[in-house]
């Protein structure tokens, strides 16, 4: 499996809080993930429910609670701290979203994951 970093956005393009997703691969199989802008720092992970194995979220770019303190899961309400991904309520408790390495450089946000889940 070979490791892709791709391009995700500008920092200051995301709201504080804020979400972007972004893809790594083509095909049936790309890699999904999703940023997370808290300050200036930025967060990462694969875009995957621990509870059931589907996507967090059912609009883009949507994985924060009403308050945007934490991440949520838009169908069973499991819910995720931003900073560590770890479930702390609903399905999934005391288990983590999958981290992907992210970088911020020259003000730009960059995502490294594998190019396909196969």
Known sequence: MTETEVEVGRLD???DPGCREFQIGEGDWPFRGF??????????YQNVCVHV???????PDRFLTKDKTAIICASHGATYTIESGECFAGPGVGRSLQKVGVEVRDGVIYATGPDTLR
Do not use: K, T
């Open 13 to 15: 393009e995301l709201d």
């Open 53 to 59: 194995g589907h996507p967090l979220n059912w609009s």
């Open 35 to 44: 940023v997370v802008r808290h300050g200036q720092d930025v967060f990462a």
